[in-house]
């Protein structure tokens, strides 16, 4: 027992040192009483619980329960936990190039990332994963989910998700991959002077990227954002975003308990790169700085967002220490952030203008049977042939060049890029 006492005293005086600008304490008796709660239930657990199980053991699945019940994102992480965090954040890693999270219990995938295993597997936002491998997720924390879908490049890995719309659960092979993504691409619109940009995460290089992208296309007309499957990444980069099309103003504030420490992040007229008119597309799958980036463009009214509701992520989270040689941490969320409207993005997500599903664009067909040359019997097949010979030619001649262009075939198949070329024509006609 004294043991126990000892480690909720080290508890006590650590909690005291991080977070000393607590909100009015609680009357003393009741914190005493508290913690001697705390005390007695580890000690009735190490000593009558059916299992011999050491203290450090107990204390452990304590602090992984309080984490997890406090709220998706905060988690506690043992020496193990933290190692794989380090390797994470400092160097390669196997993964599936997927962001997910905590919706209802549920681990929700928030979004593939374009061109890695997960989005050429077919992964799409709003998945949930019932199982990693043979291993269920009911009950599992975000961290030790993350943790079962690294490895090794190249090994193999199998999902089963449950997707809104199908009948029964799809099992999903793929095999892990150094993930590494190209943020930002820019596209012209065949036959129209518009300029698509496509930001998959806001990495460090997102910002430069946009401007450099922005004064090389000097002569378009209307710009798309297209911010769909995008889960977020370093919020200064967000910052930067806006501020390429927001010459003033608030562009988004950092709240946690304590109202005196509010963080507010302005734009400035220095950084604002065009003032040509925007359309933003967002989906379920668009988190974390995407949405402030949608949510302040909107507030602003400096852009028209297309799509569906985003997924709603707008908390901070901040690894703590809890031992000396920093070897385990709490990864706690601390604040949330806050659009220059007001509005939180927290568990609410960000509402597009103009709602717009995706899929392909719906057009009506000819009655009628068409026939082909090449479905007759006696087709010319040596005619097809060369044709085919100088078609794969050209093809192979264009290929560079087609990859900078998006094709009217491409709209067709995309109801939401679309849709907004036609909303932002209607905005150019309307500066005009």
Same mark, same amino acid.
């Given at each position: 027992?004294?043991?126990?006492?000892?480690?909720?005293?080290?508890?006590?005086?650590?909690?005291?040192?991080?977070?000393?600008?607590?909100?009015?304490?609680?009357?003393?008796?009741?914190?005493?009483?508290?913690?001697? *709660?705390?005390?007695?239930?580890?000690?009735?657990?190490?000593?009558?619980?059916?299992?011999?199980?050491?203290?450090?053991?107990?204390?452990?699945?304590?602090?992984?329960?309080?984490?997890?019940?406090?709220?998706?994102?905060?988690?506690?992480?043992?020496?193990?936990?933290?190692?794989?965090?380090?390797?994470?954040?400092?160097?390669?890693?196997?993964?599936?190039?997927?962001?997910?999270?905590?919706?209802?219990?549920?681990?929700?995938?928030?979004?593939?990332?374009?061109? &890695?295993?997960?989005?050429?597997?077919?992964?799409?936002?709003?998945?949930?994963?019932?199982?990693?491998?043979?291993?269920?997720?009911?009950?599992?924390?975000?961290?030790?989910?993350?943790?079962?879908?690294?490895?090794?490049?190249?090994?193999?890995?199998?999902?089963?998700?449950?997707?809104?719309?199908?009948?029964?659960?799809?099992?999903?092979?793929?095999?892990?991959?150094?993930?590494?993504?190209?943020?930002?691409?820019?596209?012209?619109?065949?036959?129209?002077?518009?300029?698509?940009?496509?930001?998959?995460?806001?990495?460090?290089?997102?910002?430069?990227?946009?401007?450099?992208?922005?004064?090389?296309?000097?002569?378009?007309?209307?710009?798309?954002?297209?911010?769909?499957?995008?889960?977020?990444?370093?919020?200064?980069?967000?910052?930067?975003?806006?501020?390429?099309?927001?010459?003033?103003?608030?562009?988004?504030?950092?709240?946690?308990?304590?109202?005196?420490?509010?963080?507010?992040?302005?734009?400035?007229?220095?950084? &604002?790169?065009?003032?040509?008119?925007?359309?933003?597309?967002?989906?379920?799958?668009?988190?974390?700085?995407?949405?402030?980036?949608?949510?302040? +463009?909107?507030?602003?009214?400096?852009?028209?967002?297309?799509?569906?509701? &985003?997924?709603?992520?707008?908390?901070?989270?901040?690894?703590?220490?809890?031992?000396?040689?920093?070897?385990?941490?709490?990864?706690?969320?601390?604040?949330?952030?806050?659009?220059?409207?007001?509005?939180?993005?927290?568990?609410?997500?960000?509402?597009?203008?103009?709602?717009?599903?995706?899929?392909?664009?719906?057009?009506?067909?000819?009655?009628?049977?068409?026939?082909?040359?090449?479905?007759?019997?006696?087709?010319?097949?040596?005619? +097809?042939?060369?044709?085919?010979?100088?078609? *794969?030619?050209?093809?192979?001649?264009?290929?560079?060049?087609?990859?900078?262009?998006?094709?009217?075939?491409?709209?067709?198949?995309?109801?939401?890029?679309?849709?907004?070329?036609?909303?932002?024509?209607? +905005?150019?006609?309307?500066?005009?």
């Amino acid at each position: 027992m004294n043991k126990l006492l000892i480690a909720t005293s080290i508890a006590f005086v650590l909690s005291q040192n991080i977070f000393a600008k607590e909100a009015p304490v609680e009357n003393e008796q009741t914190r005493f009483e508290s913690l001697s *709660k705390l005390t007695k239930v580890i000690g009735t657990v190490e000593k009558y619980y059916v299992d011999d199980i050491k203290l450090q053991q107990i204390v452990d699945k304590a602090l992984k329960g309080l984490m997890q019940e406090l709220d998706a994102h905060s988690s506690y992480l043992d020496k193990k936990a933290s190692k794989e965090m380090s390797i994470q954040t400092q160097g390669e890693f196997g993964g599936l190039g997927i962001t997910v999270g905590m919706r209802d219990g549920a681990l929700t995938v928030i979004s593939p990332i374009d061109d &890695t295993p997960a989005f050429k597997a077919g992964v799409k936002s709003g998945d949930i994963i019932l199982k990693i491998n043979e291993t269920s997720t009911i009950g599992i924390t975000l961290d030790e989910a993350v943790n079962m879908m690294r490895g090794e490049p190249k090994s193999d890995i199998k999902l089963t998700i449950v997707r809104k719309g199908d009948n029964k659960p799809l099992e999903l092979a793929m095999k892990r991959d150094i993930i590494k993504v190209q943020s930002v691409f820019a596209k012209k619109i065949e036959g129209e002077n518009l300029l698509y940009l496509r930001i998959s995460s806001f990495d460090t290089k997102v910002t430069n990227d946009l401007e450099k992208a922005i004064k090389e296309n000097k002569d378009a007309k209307g710009i798309v954002l297209d911010l769909r499957n995008n889960p977020g990444g370093l919020l200064n980069q967000a910052i930067g975003v806006v501020d390429l099309f927001v010459k003033n103003g608030v562009i988004v504030s950092q709240k946690g308990r304590d109202a005196a420490d509010e963080e507010k992040f302005e734009a400035s007229k220095f950084g &604002t790169k065009t003032d040509l008119p925007l359309v933003v597309l967002v989906n379920e799958g668009s988190a974390s700085a995407s949405e402030i980036v949608s949510g302040a +463009l909107q507030d602003h009214k400096r852009a028209i967002l297309i799509g569906e509701k &985003t997924f709603g992520k707008g908390s901070v989270q901040a690894v703590l220490p809890i031992d000396n040689e920093k070897t385990e941490n709490i990864k706690l969320t601390i604040a949330k952030y806050y659009l220059p409207s007001g509005r939180t993005i927290q568990a609410e997500g960000v509402t597009p203008d103009i709602i717009a599903s995706a899929g392909k664009v719906v057009q009506s067909e000819e009655n009628g049977l068409k026939i082909k040359e090449a479905d007759l019997k006696k087709h010319l097949e040596g005619e +097809l042939n060369k044709v085919d010979d100088k078609l *794969k030619a050209e093809e192979k001649a264009v290929k560079d060049e087609s990859k900078k262009i998006i094709s009217k075939d491409d709209l067709q198949n995309d109801n939401q890029l679309n849709t907004s070329l036609a909303v932002l024509k209607s +905005l150019i006609i309307m500066n005009k």
